[in-house]
């Protein structure tokens, strides 16, 4: 990074289901945010990680309600210290984002993570945002390949999107770079509403793609060009080799995991 570059403002989404969470649940806490991994809070160790990397100026927490907020005097005191920016999250993921997003100077670049990235470090920031900033892109995203991840976590269980060229592990890792990447997050709403209309989403990602993805034929740089020529964007991606980068506690089951794993390597 350069003089004349500005430096990533990291928002993390932290909003749940509250105690109905079945990790919140399971753990005991207010939100699942606040589940404690080797006695820190999942979303003490997201935010450590953004302050140790060289890439990220501003934190903004977005979430949990400030319901939750006033309960949890180590969140709110590490709020009142100025080094985090908190906002109240909105219905859903993409308004919450699009939420802050319009909060923020259209030439900031924007890096986009979660509360449940327990195993996020310096190192995998520093790595995507580096890669993401040199891109020539207006979005991207942080992939690592499935393969990877399974030969070196052989328990966890992640969702793939196989492509012609590989399968791949989202990684909750978005870059937003340019005042055109904000479409980015109207698109993102306009899918999450039609979630429960196959064809409607179909409609607004390109049917020649799907059908594509379907058959087995599509490659990731082809999905991204033809995301790229749908949305009015420029779509990119960067393959991350950190196998822990596609490991987020979405259950019980990863949540006992990342424990596990997290304790060996203090171990």
Not at 123 to 137: H, K, L, N, Q
Not at 170 to 187: E, H, I, Q
Not at 221 to 248: K, N, T, W, Y
């Amino acid at each position: 990074m350069t003089n004349s570059q500005p430096k990533f403002t990291a928002v993390v989404l932290a909003a749940d289901r509250g105690p109905d969470d079945p990790v919140a649940r399971a753990a005991g806490v207010r939100c699942k945010s606040m589940t404690p991994i080797n006695g820190a809070p999942m979303v003490f160790r997201a935010l450590d990680a953004l302050s140790a990397s060289s890439e990220v100026e501003e934190r903004i927490l977005c979430g949990p309600p400030r319901s939750i907020l006033d309960k949890e005097p180590d969140l709110g005191a590490r709020i009142r210290s100025d080094k985090i920016r908190w906002m109240e999250s909105q219905q859903t993921p993409s308004t919450s984002a699009s939420h802050v997003f319009k909060s923020l100077p259209e030439q900031t670049p924007i890096l986009l993570t979660t509360a449940d990235h327990a195993m996020l470090s310096a190192r995998i920031v520093d790595y995507f945002c580096e890669r993401a900033r040199t891109s020539g892109c207006d979005v991207v995203v942080g992939l690592a390949r499935h393969e990877m991840v399974t030969q070196a976590y052989p328990l966890t269980q992640r969702t793939a999107t196989r492509l012609q060229d590989g399968s791949y592990c989202g990684c909750n890792l978005f870059a937003f770079l340019t005042p055109r990447a904000r479409r980015a997050a109207d698109v993102w709403r306009q899918v999450e509403a039609q979630r429960k209309n196959p064809m409607r989403v179909i409609r607004i990602l390109g049917i020649i793609a799907v059908l594509r993805y379907l058959l087995g034929r599509l490659s990731l740089a082809e999905a991204l060009d033809r995301m790229s020529d749908r949305l009015g964007f420029r779509a990119g991606a960067v393959i991350l080799p950190f196998a822990e980068a596609a490991i987020d506690v979405d259950s019980v089951r990863d949540w006992e995991l990342v424990k596990e794993i997290l304790s060996k390597k203090q171990g």
